[in-house]
C-alpha cells in the first residue's frame, strides 16, 4: 500500500478498523482489542463508539477474515531459488523421481524455500494454511523438521498446520508406515494419503494403516485422490464409511477428488451424500482436465473448500499463494457467475475452510480473532472476480501485511549464461 506523505503511520496494532465494507454489504467500524474483535458497529464519521486510540480509516474497503489456504506444500515450492523449467515425465512414479533429484540438487534449503512461501501468503491476506510435507524412505522426517522450525518461526503471524504426506506411497513404501507414525508423534497434526487404489494397489491396506495411526495420535486425516471415474469414487465411499464408523466426522478430507467430477446422475449423488453423512469435506484447487462440481456438492451437504496445491515446483510451474486469485480460478472453471455463487466461492478460501481445518475464533463477531484481511474491493463478488490489491492484514491484531514497498525487491535469478 502506498503510504500518503505526511499521514500517520499505520499503528502496528490498531485499536479499531473504521470505515469497512462487511461482506453483508453493511459499513462498519471494528474495535479490536488484545487480538480479538471487541466490537462491530455501524460505522459513524465522527468515530462513534472506536472514538480514541489509534484507529485505521479504510475508506469503504471490503473486511474478510484472513484467508485460509486449505492445501499447501511448503516444503516443495521453489520459490527463494531461480526458476526451474517444467520436466514432464511419463508416469506418476517417474514424477516423483523426477522431483526428488530436482530437490536434492537445489541448493536453498527447505527452510529458506518454505519461509519465503510463507512470506508471500502472509503478503496476501493467508492467515492459516494447511500445508503436506513429504515423508518417505528418502528423506525421512527432514523435511518435516524443517517446516516445524517454519512453523515456530511464523508463530506470530501465520497459522500452520502440517500433514504428514506419504508422497511414495504408504502400502508400496517399505518403513513409510513407521515414519508416518514418528511424523505424528514429532509434531504433524494430520496423517495423508494417496490414491490408495491407483498408487498402492491396495485400497484397504492403505486406508487400514491411515485411519489405524490417525486413531492412534487423535490427528486429522488429508487424502490426495487423483484416481477417476467410478474407481475414484468408490475410494471416496470407502473414506466415507471408515470415518462414519470410527466417528471421525469433520476431521477428514479428500483433496483433488477428480472423480467427482467424471460422474454424473445416482454415482455422484450416492457418493455426495455419504461424504456428507460421514463429515468428510472435499478440497479443491480448481484447475485440472475435472474438478469437483463445488454447487452440486455443497447442495448435497458436503463441506468443499480451496487451497493453492503446488506453487512454483517440480509439479506446477503456477501459483502465486493469493487465494483471492485461487477463488477467481476456481469460481471460472466451475462456472461461478452470479453475486451469490461468487460469494459462494469467496466461502471456499474462508469459513467452509476455517471450518474443515478445525480453526476456532474464525469469523467477524466479537470475540473472534482479528485475522484480517482488507481489500480494494467494495464487496464480496467484486473481490472475487477481480482478485484486487491487499491493503492491510492483520494477524492476531497485528500489522503483518501486505510489507512497505521501500525499493524494488531484490529477485531470484539464476546466473547469467555467458555467450548467449
Ligand atoms: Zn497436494
Do not use: C
Amino acid at each position: 500500500m502506498s503510504h500518503p506523505v505526511g499521514a500517520p503511520p499505520i499503528p502496528s496494532a490498531p485499536a479499531a478498523l473504521r470505515n469497512v465494507t462487511l461482506p453483508d454489504g453493511r459499513r462498519a467500524d471494528i474495535a479490536l482489542h488484545e487480538g480479538r474483535i471487541a466490537a462491530v458497529t455501524d460505522h459513524r464519521a465522527d468515530g462513534g463508539a472506536v472514538r480514541g486510540g489509534t484507529s485505521v480509516d479504510l475508506g469503504g474497503a471490503l473486511l474478510l477474515p484472513a484467508f485460509v489456504d486449505g492445501h499447501a506444500h511448503l516444503d516443495k515450492t521453489l520459490l527463494g531459488a531461480p526458476w526451474q523449467p517444467h520436466r514432464t515425465t511419463a508416469t506418476l512414479r517417474e514424477q516423483i523421481a523426477d522431483e526428488r533429484e530436482l530437490r536434492a540438487s537445489i541448493e536453498v534449503p527447505v527452510a529458506a524455500r518454505a519461509t519465503a512461501l510463507a512470506e508471500r501468503m502472509i503478503s496476501l491476506g493467508t492467515g492459516h494454511v494447511r500445508s503436506h510435507v513429504d515423508v518417505d524412505p528418502d528423506i525421512g522426517l527432514a523435511a518435516l523438521h524443517a517446516v516445524l522450525g517454519v512453523r515456530e518461526e511464523f508463530q506470530d503471524r501465520l497459522g500452520i498446520q502440517l500433514v504428514a504426506f506419504p508422497q511414495s506411497g504408504v502400502v508400496s513404501s517399505p518403513g513409510v508406515a513407521d515414519l508416518l507414525d514418528a511424523a505424528l508423534a514429532e509434531g504433524a497434526d494430520l496423517i495423508g494419503g494417496l490414491d490408495p487404489a491407483g498408487f498402492d494397489g491396495d485400497v484397504d491396506g492403505q486406508l487400514d494403516i491411515v485411519f489405524r495411526l490417525a486413531e492412534r495420535h487423535g490427528a486429522g486425516i488429508d487424502i490426495h485422490l487423483h484416481d477417476g471415474g467410478e474407481s475414484g469414487t468408490a475410494q471416496l465411499r470407502a473414506v466415507a464409511e471408515r470415518t462414519a464408523a470410527l466417528g471421525l466426522g469433520g476431521t477428514v478430507t479428500v483433496s483433488h477428488a477428480y472423480a467427482l467430477g467424471q460422474v454424473e446422475g445416482s454415482e455422484l449423488a450416492v457418493t455426495a451424500d455419504a461424504l456428507a453423512a460421514a463429515g468428510v469435506s472435499i478440497m479443491t484447487n480448481g484447475p485440472r482436465d475435472t474438478m469437483p462440481p463445488v454447487l452440486r456438492l455443497r447442495e448435497h451437504g458436503v463441506r468443499v473448500f480451496a487451497g493453492s496445491d503446488n506453487i512454483r515446483d517440480s509439479w506446477w510451474p503456477y501459483g502465486t499463494a493469493d487465494m483471492l486469485e485461487r477463488a477467481t480460478i476456481i469460481g471460472l472453471q466451475g462456472g461461478l457467475m452470479t453475486d451469490e455463487e461468487l460469494h459462494a466461492a469467496a466461502s471456499l478460501i474462508t469459513g467452509e475452510a476455517a471450518a474443515a481445518l478445525g480453526l476456532t475464533g474464525y469469523g467477524l463477531a466479537p470475540g473472534d480473532r482479528a485475522d484480517l484481511v482488507v481489500i480494494a474491493a467494495g464487496g464480496v463478488p467484486e473481490a472475487v472476480a477481480a482478485h484486487p490489491e491487499r491493503l492491510l492484514v492483520l494477524h492476531g491484531g497485528r500489522v503483518v501485511g501486505p510489507a512497505p514497498r521501500t525499493a524494488y525487491p531484490r529477485l531470484t535469478l539464476a546466473p547469467p549464461e555467458v555467450g548467449r
